[in-house]
């Protein structure tokens, strides 16, 4: 069954979140145990210890349903109402600003940087 | 269980927007944007309170921490293109990475946000859970670095293939490269929409911009929020 393999590749990507956080236990770097649990599973897969069809399928549900997982959060705006209701208006206008920048910058520079490298090799 | 029916409703709802969003393919449908804002409706409707929701909820939240550990899946599946374009995926997400950082700290002096708002909003650009991390480590508050994250994502889901068109821009590389870069998990989505290849150097983005917007957090920021207690 479909789904049936799903929810076990899923369960099975979440193995490397745990594993993950135990790395997080011993490392002290303030980095995420989804951090390291994503370098854990790209080195299972590098050095052939797991098959990448054993993950496939949850890795690419997971990564395609990404936006489903933000939802509750973005629910959660209702809560800061009060900041929204002061300078609401200004941090939005600052962050669709500051995106503009952001995507014409590093739109701009990676295409440059494939110009020069020559279109040929494309 | 309170639990399994905010869930389906949830995901129902995003189901419908997700469709009309594929139909009309209208910024305002984004299923960031609309889904939220029905889900909102449809709680202040039935006298739910946010929280309550939210609690119910927040295992799919829970779920951003294995959808992170998933793009080690695509790292290794298009190792090849990450050795071939490294120099250009480094150089565009450092710039990319500071371009984000000092917009939005030189907007946020401009418009006098307080210091405990600046540190929540100056990782936003990059995925939650690390964005998360970043904020906590420079004296921020998660919750609302959160709320900066998702507005970046919408913000970049919107308005971020139009940035593309504006400029011309006609490489999968530069196009997966912005909106992986501006826009995370969403902008990866938008990327999705494009082709394989926009999708693949989006997810690159997203990942090499949290790694490096970590070592901001370490090199960078600190000096700047110095700097701002000089104001």
């Known amino acids: 069954m479909k789904l049936g393999i799903l929810v076990i590749q899923v369960l099975g990507i979440h193995v490397f979140l745990f594993l993950g956080a135990a790395v997080k236990k011993v490392v002290p770097l303030p980095i995420p145990a989804s951090m390291f649990g994503l370098c854990l599973l790209f080195l299972a897969l590098y050095f052939h210890i797991i098959k990448l069809e054993w993950v496939e399928k949850g890795a690419n549900w997971l990564m395609a349903e990404l936006l489903l997982f933000f939802i509750p959060s973005a629910v959660g705006i209702v809560n800061y109402d009060e900041i929204i209701s002061v300078q609401g208006a200004e941090i939005v206008g600052l962050i669709g600003i500051s995106t503009i920048i952001v995507v014409g910058m590093t739109a701009l520079i990676a295409e440059m940087i494939t110009r020069m490298k020559g279109s040929g090799q494309q | ?231």
Do not use: C
């Open chain 2, 1 to 231: 269980m309170r639990m399994v029916l905010f869930t389906v409703i949830t995901y129902l709802v995003y189901l419908f927007v997700k469709k009309v969003y594929g139909k009309t393919n209208l910024p305002f449908f984004h299923p960031l944007l609309l889904t939220p804002l029905l889900l909102i409706a449809l709680i202040s409707f039935g006298h739910v309170s946010a929280n309550k929701y939210l609690d119910a909820t927040k295992w799919l939240t829970h779920m951003l921490g294995p959808a992170t550990v998933a793009f080690a899946v695509p790292i290794y599946k298009h190792l090849p293109i990450i050795k071939k374009y490294f120099g250009t995926i480094m150089i565009s997400i450092t710039s990319g990475t500071l371009v984000a950082i000092l917009s939005t700290f030189g907007l946020s002096k401009l418009i006098h946000l307080n210091v405990a708002f600046i540190t929540s909003i100056l990782p936003r650009s990059i995925t939650t859970p690390i964005a998360i991390e970043v904020s906590k480590d420079i004296g921020g508050l998660p919750a609302l670095t959160t709320v900066f994250v998702i507005l970046t994502g919408i913000m970049g889901g919107v308005i971020g293939p139009s940035v593309l068109k504006w400029l011309s821009i006609r490489t999968p590389i530069a196009k997966g490269l912005a909106l992986g870069m501006a826009a995370h998990g969403a902008g990866t989505n938008k990327a999705m929409e494009y082709g394989e290849q926009e999708a693949t150097f989006s997810s690159l983005a997203m990942i090499f911009a949290a790694w490096i917007t970590f070592i901001w957090g370490v090199v960078l920021i600190p000096p700047l929020m110095h700097f701002h207690s000089f104001f």
